[in-house]
């Protein structure tokens, strides 16, 4: 197959780059962190986004090699902005499955880290709900580790992936990222979506009990706005506010402080 072929290489060649989406503060549009997001800068095909690439490599297995490049590349992101002056911001890393079963997984994060001099306090790791649900007393186990080492955790596509909520309450992560799809409900109509709505001030007030950060994904439109900061959920990414963007386009948002 010749895309895994080209994967490859790619991850030899240095083709894999991160593009960052802000997370914001809803109440006053601040730029509180960063989602690095990887891009695939492919010769001949251009940049390929990552739901393109990423189910490859994580059932060729290159996802192994995959998540220390990028895993790296956000590293040597932070040092380069804190070098040149910019004000620090935190950085989230998507991982997958296989590599959140790894063995000596956390370990080695932190050592990556120390290696750049990165504090852990700015960084952050997406795990999907569906991922922890492959071994419940391992996601545990090492959730728990990352957490012991200064690193933040977000449970991404949240609301996906049938997690039980006894098994969340003992899950020490930070954040719950409200998968998009259930804001893709609200718009602009005044008969707003009844299901949706519940479901939504469900999930959110299931993070709010458990003493969880809430980020919605997926902001679109301002009546989508309204109705997280009414429902307590004061931190989203989206097209409303940015799309992912290359390092250079977010520096000046960075200097800026926004
Ligand atoms: O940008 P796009 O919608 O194509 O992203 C698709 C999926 O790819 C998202 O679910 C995102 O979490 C995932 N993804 C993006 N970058 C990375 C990465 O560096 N590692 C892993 N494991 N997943 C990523
Ligand atoms: O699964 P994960 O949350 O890692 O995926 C993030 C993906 O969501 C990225 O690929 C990003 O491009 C995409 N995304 C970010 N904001 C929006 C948005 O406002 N609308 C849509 N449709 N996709 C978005
Ligand atoms: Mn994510
Ligand atoms: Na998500």
Redesign the pocket.
């Known amino acids: 197959f010749q895309l895994e072929q080209d994967l490859r290489l790619a991850l030899e060649r240095d083709e894999i780059l991160l593009h960052f989406?802000p997370r914001v503060d809803l109440r006053d549009g601040r730029l509180l962190s960063l989602?690095a997001?990887a891009r695939w800068q492919h010769p001949e095909r251009g940049l390929i986004?990552?739901g393109r690439f990423i189910p490859l490599a994580e059932s060729t297995g290159l996802i192994l090699q995959l998540g220390p490049i990028v895993f790296e590349l956000a590293c040597r992101r932070l040092l380069d902005w804190r070098a040149r002056g910019v004000p620090p911001v935190p950085i989230a890393v998507?991982l997958s499955a296989n590599e959140l079963f790894q063995d000596g997984l956390a370990r080695r994060l932190a050592d990556t880290a120390e290696s750049f001099g990165i504090a852990p306090e700015l960084l952050e790791f997406?795990i999907t709900e569906s991922a922890t649900m492959r071994s419940i007393e391992r996601a545990v186990a090492v959730v728990t580790e990352l957490r012991d080492l200064g690193f933040a955790i977000a449970l991404?596509?949240f609301g996906t992936g049938y997690a039980s909520l006894s098994y969340l309450n003992r899950l020490p992560v930070n954040s719950l990222?409200i998968d998009?799809s259930f804001l893709a409900e609200i718009d602009e109509r005044p008969e707003l979506p009844r299901q949706a709505i519940a479901i939504l001030k469900a999930i959110i007030g299931l993070g709010e009990n458990l003493g969880l950060e809430r980020i919605a994904?997926?902001?679109?439109t301002e009546a989508q706005r309204r109705f997280l900061l009414a429902h307590h959920c004061t931190v989203a990414?989206?097209?409303?506010y940015c799309r992912?963007l290359p390092a250079d386009q977010l520096e000046p948002l960075l200097r800026a402080g926004q």
């Open positions: 989406q989602e997001l986004p990552p998507n997406e991404d596509d990222k998009r994904e997926g902001v679109e990414q989206g097209y409303y992912p």
